[in-house]
């Protein structure tokens, strides 16, 4: 389950900001690259290389399949309208 469904029942949206790779973590292992449907991330060289970017899907699949938590998702909460009154 990624994090867009963990939230699915809640009245908030999640707005991505950015993502980043901490290369100190990253083992080169590949299940980023193998994971991202868009193939925004590939190996290349020994090293994870971000390719076209703007086609980044937000889904948060890459970030998730990370055994070292390598790759780090930023993102905001937006809350709806629609949000019941607490």
């Avoid at 699915?8 to 299940?31: M, P, Q, S």
């Avoid at 991330?41 to 970030?63: F, K, M, S, Y």
């Amino acid at each position: 389950m990624n994090i867009r469904q963990k939230v699915e029942d809640l009245a908030v949206t999640l707005a991505w900001k950015d993502y980043h790779i901490v290369l100190d973590r990253c083992t080169f292992c590949g299940l980023c690259a193998q994971i991202c449907p868009q193939g925004v991330l590939r190996l290349e060289h020994g090293t994870v290389v971000i390719q076209a970017p703007e086609n980044c899907a937000d889904c948060g699949l890459c970030e998730e399949a990370c055994p070292q938590g390598a790759i780090e998702l930023e993102f905001f909460i937006v809350w709806d309208d629609a949000r019941p009154a607490s």
